[in-house]
């Protein structure tokens, strides 16, 4: 057997003190949680297994629900999307107590991150059998000395983080409002872990995105699916 730190109640209060300030409550719990030690509630990882790996190389779309495909930067993926739910239906998955989903999205033009305005905030999200799992938000703004749109992500809305924070990639041109320009389509990997038994789960993946100011908002800011993997767990 491996070690699996999942970190069980702790880790439940780390995800809370990433979405509220980290004042004296926060303080307290990590002073707790060093004296008592965290091994107590260590998990351990029995067994793992990949039930679902697409690039969209080979065209893939079974069990997608509003999938469909593209070329960008000579690599076939999935998208454009602006404001429409996008899903995936996994069947007979073998017993597991928890998913690792890891989704690699591709943000297009010009997202405005947090602020809250006639250009924001843009959000993105997904979850599992209709319930979310992550929202954030995501920036491509320049972000200059006097001037930087702020995102969330890495962590859940609402976080002030510079834009492109945690991507993989930041160097690829826009895909249309910024096609001719470079850095305006960005790269993030995002993995996420739930508690899930279920044999049979839709996944799905969408967008909240305000462009207020643009005539044309599918060109102003979209993303895509460039790869989905789903891994099953069972963690004790």
Sequence with gaps: MVPFLFLCEYAKLINYMNQSTWKQGGIFIWLIVSIFGISACTDTLESSEIVYDNDFS?????????????VFQNDTISGFYHND????????????????????????????????????????????????????????TPCESTYCVMQSYPNTYFRQNNPKTGAVQTNLPGLCLFGALPNYTTRYSISKIIENKSSNVKIFW???????????????????????????????
């Design 58 to 70: 080979n065209l893939d779309l079974a069990g997608f629900e509003n999938g469909k495909l593209f």
């Design 85 to 140: 739910e996008v899903s995936l239906k996994l069947e007979n998955l073998p017993s597991h107590n928890m998913l690792k989903i890891t989704t690699e999205i591709l943000v297009h033009d010009s997202w405005d991150g947090n602020p809250d305005n006639v250009g924001g905030p843009d959000y993105w999200f997904f979850g599992v059998d209709n319930k979310e799992v992550f929202r954030t938000t995501f920036s491509n």
């Design 206 to 236: 969408n967008s909240d995105l305000t462009s207020a100011n643009s005539p044309d908002p599918v060109c102003d800011e979209s993303w895509s699916l460039s790869r989905v993997t789903v891994e099953v767990l069972n963690v004790k």
